[in-house]
């Protein structure tokens, strides 16, 4: 099958061409990128939100994009199944359209931070883990400011299992000072009910290519091969 | 300052009275109000390079003597051929004075405005520098304001624009605790094509000229007057000259600016800085020898009632200017609209070599468009300081303390640190381009995606040797830029500097200002690296003394590096390999860390720059890069060889046994061989079993090669062969103190 | 006596305001709420502060603002919109 995969371009995404790179160049799978006024659903099999600072993150970090035609785009491909991945500021976005719960608010200590840490694989039946392995330990680099996730459902997140990645030391455990952003229970990344919609503070499309980790990993590309993955069985 | 008058109305004007004159002369008759409005900022140092163009001659002809140089100085950034059909655009310029006002959105516009720059070159701004200085940390709140604020300013307006910050330079002295240096550079990659599509020039008659981006307020009203005088001369009146940083609409205005260039449409383009309009008119039309005709009443303006004047001179952020085909109009104005970019269509190009600018039917600005852009010079006297010579004559006092403290005590320095505060802070990955990860080399490295090639570059220079030598000192600081590039394996291929001085009507600051120039311009002829630009941000001075900041010629260079195997980091790789120190240690302390840290003192004997050694330094280093013979490579500087060892332990947790013997015979005290800032070293971590080769080469080259020293296991620097007593340092201390300085300063 | 002291810190009138102005076109005026003429954005602080009276309670809260430049008088304003018993 051609599998085909919308990166949606909002006004002051920057991680859109970075993300468009790993799809066609890395992961070797077509990608469009699309300006957000200009996203049909009908096209494409998945969509990736992508990082940046859409509307320049003014009011509040992904409210104005939340509003955005191409919103009710992906909400149409929410409801049917196919696989929408929210990539830091698209996380953000997710929150405020209310397709993932949450809020994302300002780091703790108040700064942005970039650099890279560890993530413990706390659910691999989504659409974007299915090929890691709970508990699984993996490389990625955060570059942020608004990350701190908050929910006042925590207990119903985990009843129904949508933490998907914590923030851990490189052992995997869980403790205070692995979290980088003072996100409640160091949650990194919460998926839907149903496993087809995952936000993600870190970003895989910066841990895809070995020239760019400071380990050699490549744990970022393993997303994205799960979504292609996860697309193929669908159809099949 | 002198007045003008004109039909009823008064300016002051930062003109000289030769200068009044000579307008009136050519023009023959009295300017309109907003005419002398244009000739006042047009001519401004800022603009017109008064004072400094005199010296800039000095620098040799890039674009004439390289044929890899695209653009030289006086155009938007130097433009250089790096093959593969690529085009790489740099520049770095000053934003001081508005960032000591106002921290954020000082720092902040000066990215905007080092963005546009580039993208005026017709390509996409790919990475930021920025070079900071300001006064000491501790116990100053007015510089730890300064300083979070500025760092601030550039993080939330750099990483909006997706362009990452890749590398930078804070230095702390108290000479820069009022007048802050904030000097911002970026980075820009295209095809040959894209540049070629995109000059600065309006070279054809009836093209269209589109204003797009940010509406006209009245906001930085003669901003450029104001960064031409000093902060001392300058009330609180004068400054709202301060602008607000928009990087939402600096991001859009990339897209839909790249996204024009690729129409085919675009001819011309220049962005609106200093000088607004005028300044982006004048220079297209002067310099492409086309005249034009603007109506004013089609410039979207943000408050009703703004006169020609404030229209002509504002210098509102975020606007460009295009000149396009006419054929190709509605291919441009269709991809502002997909942006919904604000935009009009402002006038039209002609052949008339004039500029004219009707309100209504009143034509307000009718000037040959050469004569804003031929700006005449003033010849300034230049005095070698007499306090000089007490400074130099200055003597090293018997150390206090025992080496090992002094040590410790630099390396929790504010100036040696680690300034991982600041770069946790930017967005140094976005791109997906950089393969260096901050504090792992001397420069910042960038791939070309889709190439086995890589772009490396540094900032930054020493202001304390160049206070007591700036001759030497500015050789001193390319050496110690070109160090950071050659020590990550790439080849110095250009520079652009960004010169921060005090008033150049000053005799002594104008001396330091000439002596720069010229060492600059020597070195670079000597070692055949292209001076591609520059910038010159005179008047720097303290606010209350009115003294001078320490004269600080800034130096960006970019290098490029074939293959990915070729990149050389500086962390120390094994065990048991040699430790060797390339290059001359003399008795150099002045103006070294070492002497501000420890006696609170500025003078001594400043390092001296042999070129011909430096050069065969530099072709022995590639030859081993050749032959793969370095496993770790760093520059010495600040605080010299034990600081620049104990950086290469600090990421591998390696520890090194030094035996120093090898010094004894020579004259150097041990706090010499110790904290010299003796340019052009090197530390280099190479295999035991390549040391025979390595010598052998060193001596065909006849420089000075010592090995000093084995890497070992214990995390530990034990420092043998001294003439007083051998020591051993403690890594996990040091890394302790490296650290938390910062941290400890700001965030408690 | 304890008093609560209501701030609002904003940009100058000539200074400009993007997020302001970016709620105003790129979400209301495109959700079709377009009688919307102008939207500012600004920073509130609430300060509770001991003091004997309410004009004191003011007076403190101007100067500390003033000197550790929790506003920047370059490009912003400072208003107090309300001080009552807390």
Known sequence: MNIKIAVIEFPASNCDRDALHVLNNVVNIKADLVWHNHFKEKDY????????FSFGDYLRAGIIAAHSPAMDEARIMLEDGRPVLGICNGFQILTEAQFLPGALLRNES????????????????????????????????????????????????VDN?????????????????????????????????????????????????SILSPNGTTHGKIIFDSMIDFIKKRSA | MPKVNTSGDELDVNLTDDEIERIKDELNRDPSITEWGM??????????????????????????????????????????????????????????????????????????????????????????????????????????????????????????TGIPTIGGEVEFDKSFESNCLVNVACIGLGTIEDFKHAPSRAYNPRDYIILMGGSTGRDGIHGVTFASRTLTDMSEADRPAVQIGDPFTKKMIIEATLEAIKTGHVRGLKDLGGGGLSCALSELTGDGGTGASVDMGKIFIREPGMNSFEVMLSESQERMAFI?????????????????????????????????????????????????????????????????????????????????????????????????????????????????????????????????????????????????????????????????????????????NCCNFGNPEAPESFWYFAESVKGMADFCREMKIPIVGGNVSFYNEDEVTKTAIKPTPVIMIVGIIEGEENIITLPFKDVGSDVLLIGETKPELGGSEYHSVIYDMEGGTPPNVNEKEIK???????????????????????????????????????????????????????????FSESVGRFVMETSKSDYDKIMDLGGKYKISVKKIGTTIMEPEIQINGLKTSNFTLNLKQMKHLYDSTIPNLMDK | MLWEVEVVLENKKAARDPVGETIKRDLLAKKGYDMVTNVRSGQYLRINIESNDEQQAKQVVEKMCNELRIFNPVTQILTILNVKKS
């Open chain 2, 324 to 496: 396009v085909k006419p054929e190709g109009l509605e291919d441009v104005l269709n991809v502002f609209r997909k942006f919904e970019m604000a935009h009009a269509v402002i006038g039209r190009t002609d052949d008339t070599q004039v500029l004219k600018v009707y309100d209504g039917d009143n034509l307000v600005v009718n000037l040959p468009a050469t004569a804003l852009s031929d700006a005449p010079t003033i010849p300034r006297k230049e005095k070698r300081p007499d306090f000089l010579d007490d400074l130099l004559a200055q003597k090293t006092p018997e150390p206090s303390k025992k080496l090992d403290e002094i040590i410790y005590d630099l390396i929790a320095s504010e100036n040696i640190c680690s300034k991982e505060w600041v770069y946790r802070q930017y967005d140094h990955e976005v791109g997906v381009r950089s393969v260096l990860k901050c504090g792992d080399g001397d420069s910042g490295i960038l791939r070309i995606i889709g190439t086995n090639k890589f772009i490396s570059s540094s900032v930054g220079t020493n202001s304390k040797h160049c206070f007591l030598d700036p001759y030497n000192g500015s050789k001193g600081g390319m050496i110690e830029i070109c160090g950071n590039v050659i020590a990550n394996g790439a080849r110095p291929k250009a520079m652009v």
């Open chain 1, 161 to 209: 299992d949508q933490i998907v990645f914590r923030y851990t030391n490189e052992k995997g455990a869980i403790t205070s000072d692995s979290n980088p952003n003072g996100s409640m229970d160091n949650i990194a990344g919460v998926c839907n009910l149903e496993g087809n919609c995952l936000g993600l503070m870190p970003h895989p499309e910066r841990a895809s290519e």
């Open chain 2, 39 to 160: 000739f006042d900022v047009m001519l401004s140092e800022h603009c017109s390079y008064k004072s400094s163009r005199p010296k800039l001659k000095l620098f040799e002809d890039a674009e004439k003597n390289y044929d890899y140089v695209l653009a030289g100085p006086g155009q938007d950034a130097g433009v250089i051929d790096i093959g593969d059909n690529y085009a790489l655009a740099f520049r770095i310029e000053s934003h001081n004075h508005p960032s000591a006002i106002e921290p954020y959105h000082g720092a902040a516009t000066g990215i905007g405005g080092i963005i546009r720059d580039i993208l005026c070159m017709g390509v996409r701004p790919i990475a930021l520098l920025d070079p900071l200085r300001f006064g000491t940390l501790t116990d100053n709140p007015h510089s730890q304001w300064l300083f979070k604020y500025v760092v601030k300013g550039i993080a939330d307006y750099g990483n909006c």
């Open chain 1, 110 to 157: 108040l700064k942005f931070v970039c650099k890279w840490v560890n993530l413990k694989i706390e659910n691999n039946k989504t659409a974007f883990t299915n090929k890691l392995n709970k508990a699984d330990i993996i490389d990625i680099p955060i570059a942020h400011g608004e990350g701190r996730y908050f929910t006042d459902k925590l207990k119903e997140l």
């Open chain 2, 616 to 674: 065969l330094i530099w072709d022995f280093i590639f030859e081993l890069y050749e032959n793969n013979l370095v496993k770790s490579n760093h520059d010495v500087n600040k605080g010299g060889i034990i600081i620049t060892i104990a950086e290469m332990c600090f990421k591998n947790k390696i520890g090194v046994k030094l035996d120093l013997n090898t010094f004894k015979e020579g004259g150097l005290k041990d706090d010499e061989l110790i």
């Open chain 1, 45 to 52: 099999d998945g969509v990736i939100l992508p990082g940046g």
